[in-house]
């Protein structure tokens, strides 16, 4: 018999499984998929010549993850490339916002703007490095972070400390319009949140995209080469050099439950796998509460609880195979491995307002990667692997475009979509849509086709904004990786700190059931030491 069971072969699954195996657990890991990674895989799917990340490309959270720095990836042979810039915002007039590798660079070019923003940044990345070890720290581990949240306070001790965590829960537009008299600060800050689902006016907005910022400007957005798949596949290959297996087109439907404990589970095939100590579930939190795990073995807050469960946007993606470099308008983003598309602040507060009314946006906000740029092996010499991704909401309302997109998502509307984000890409690249020599559009639907746990192309888990975070993630009085079940643990990017390729929930999952394993056996040893004892004093003397 097993000792755990993982479900679900993405990220968080394979960091949780490799953990268990680290402790001795033997440990098999069920996937859907006829392939491991979950949203961390590649393809030539585009183009025989082109190598396209299917989903997440750029990893800014994993080179800071201390889970995935601490196991080593190197020795699995994965390899980190990047960009000569980690993130630009071009704007139509040819300037560009750029988040460079060094503070020095991307000062020199705020204060291109505005004179004194260099100054300002400064002062941002100078409060980074007060707190960035104990912060990414608390971020990482299970809420509530005591020991690294105990020494965040050591640091923020003094009169700078309430201005700081102000600053962290005000909207990105606020925090931008405080510090930075120029736009760049201000679209690096707001960009930079779009990443998630945190509008400009969203509160924790300014803190979110402060961290992404300072997460590139020390790790930069670095990529795997050769592939998304390359990360996966390492993770793979440390954890069966450690025993561990990886089973691929084995869904699982059921997690098998006996007298409010998880026993094991049951595949689609009607296969039966027992277990000794856990289950753990990377797979979403409504998939997991009343659907893998029936109702009657829940408590019927969570079930009313989970039915307020808020996903994130819904995600529409195009990537190409392109016959030579983006011609931007901005030259200074032809080095950047991340573009973000959008005028300005206020275009990127009308496209979220859009999403909020359930409208497909006209202007689309879009996230460009130039693979090529960051990773010479996607492509020839001389040409681009690209993707760019938008969101649109989960229910569609109506179209504030022309092109009357309903959410149906039939190749009509994908088409159509499709030429919109182009069009939009085209304006700060004239002639980019001549150097397209294939594309491959995966709209919602396609994208949770490919992995369940992108529910209508939600990418984080669930929404990113203050009411579904720390101890509100997935649901009130939540917030670590323990389920009602005694041996079942969320493992997935519905549980804290969220979404982003960083581990952290597949870490939190696997240590939550490593202690509790431990302290069962401690109870189990004092009850026998007991025991022992009385049958000792009982023992009649000679």
């Given amino acids: 018999m097993l000792d755990a069971v993982v479900v679900g072969a993405g990220p968080n699954g394979l960091v949780a499984a490799n953990l268990l195996a680290d402790a001795g657990w033997s440990v098999d890991v069920l996937e859907a998929q006829s392939r491991p990674g979950g949203a961390v895989r590649s393809d030539r799917g585009v183009h025989p010549d082109y190598v396209s990340d299917l989903f997440s490309a750029f990893y800014p959270l994993a080179a800071a993850s201390p889970v995935i720095r601490g196991m080593d990836l190197h020795a699995e042979g994965l390899r980190w490339a990047h960009a000569p810039s980690a993130l630009a915002h071009p704007l139509p007039d040819g300037r560009c916002a750029v988040l460079e590798r060094s503070t020095e660079a991307t000062a020199k070019g705020l204060d291109a703007f505005a004179e004194g923003d260099g100054a300002a940044w400064r002062r941002m990345c100078g409060t980074w490095d007060l707190i960035s070890t104990q912060l990414l720290d608390a971020l990482f581990t299970p809420f509530p972070p005591l020991k690294a949240g105990a020494g965040l306070a050591r640091r923020l001790r003094g009169p700078a400390g309430l201005p700081l965590l102000r600053s962290l829960v005000l909207p990105a537009r606020r925090l931008g319009e405080e510090e930075f008299r120029g736009e760049a600060g201000r679209l690096l800050l707001a960009g930079n949140a779009l990443h998630a689902d945190l509008a400009p006016e969203a509160s924790g907005s300014g803190g979110f995209g402060w961290l992404l910022c300072m997460l590139g400007q020390q790790y930069g957005f670095p990529v795997p080469v050769g592939g998304a798949e390359s990360l996966s ?35 689609a095939s009607g296969e039966s796998i027992p277990v000794r100590r856990g289950v753990l579930a990377d797979v979403s939190a409504p998939a997991l509460y009343g659907g893998l795990v029936d109702e009657r073995h829940l408590p019927r807050r969570l079930l009313d609880s989970m039915r307020r469960f808020q996903w994130d946007f819904s995600t529409f993606k195009i990537d190409w195979a392109l016959s030579g470099p983006i011609p931007w308008s901005a030259g200074a983003a032809a080095g950047a491995g991340t573009v973000h ?20 946006p006209d202007r689309p906000f879009t996230l460009l990667g130039q693979m090529t740029t960051a990773d010479v092996s996607r492509s020839p010499l001389g040409t681009e692997s690209a993707w760019a991704y938008t969101h649109v909401p989960q229910t569609v309302v109506g179209d504030a475009g022309d092109d009357d997109i309903t959410g149906a998502w039939d190749e009509r509307e994908q088409e159509a979509m499709a030429d919109r984000v182009e069009r939009h890409v085209e304006r700060y690249a004239p002639g980019f849509r001549s150097l397209v020599r294939a594309r491959r559009i995966l709209a919602p639907p396609s994208l949770q086709a490919m992995d369940a746990n992108l529910h209508g192309g939600a990418i984080n888990g669930g929404t990113a904004n203050l009411h579904q975070q720390l101890v509100f993630r997935p649901v009130p009085g939540t917030g670590r990786p323990e389920t009602p079940v005694r041996g079942l643990y969320l493992a997935s990017a519905s549980a804290h700190p969220g979404g982003g390729v960083h581990g952290a929930c597949g870490a939190n999952a696997a240590r939550a059931a490593l202690r509790g394993t431990a302290a069962t056996t401690r109870v189990l040893t004092s009850a026998q030491r007991l025991l022992s004892g ?3 004093i009982e023992r009649p003397r000679d």
């Avoid at 390492?234 to 954890?239: K, S």
């Avoid at 561990?244 to 007298?259: A, D, F, K, L, Y």
């Avoid at 598309?341 to 497909?360: I, K, P």
Wanted: charged content about 30%; proline content about 2%; glycine content about 12%.
């Fill in 534 to 536: 009385r049958l000792r």
């Fill in 233 to 267: 596949a390492a993770l793979v290959r440390r954890l069966e050099r450690r025993g561990g297996t990886v089973r691929c087109g084995r869904p699982v439907r059921e997690v098998v439950v006996r007298n409010g404990r998880a026993l094991g589970v049951r595949t």
């Fill in 341 to 360: 598309l959008s005028d300005g602040v206020d275009e990127m507060t009308r496209f979220a307002a859009q999403l909020a009314a359930g409208q497909v």
